[in-house]
């Protein structure tokens, strides 16, 4: 039994005929235009990567500055 992968599924609600044609193993006639999707995808990888680092080392700093302000408020209350 074959195994279905999200992607065929994917493809056969888009377009049911480039499904079969690939079923089939015939080769897509534009090739230019599949590898700058995946360019494109591959740029929009790193940057949602590079948002979640950025939004990690932001609550770091935040955590990190709250933890000052409560040292400093203590330290001029005591």
Avoid: D
């Avoid at 990190?64 to 302000?69: Q, T």
């Amino acid at each position: 039994m074959k195994i279905l992968r999200a992607s065929e599924v994917s493809g056969y609600s888009f377009c049911q005929r480039a499904w079969w044609y690939a079923l089939q193993g015939a080769v897509s006639q534009n090739q230019a235009e599949l590898a700058g999707g995946s360019q494109y995808h591959a740029r929009h990888g790193r940057s949602v990567l590079t948002a979640g680092c950025l939004k990690t080392l932001a609550y770091g700093l935040l955590l990190l500055a709250l933890a000052a302000l409560t040292i400093w408020l203590l330290g001029s209350l005591l």
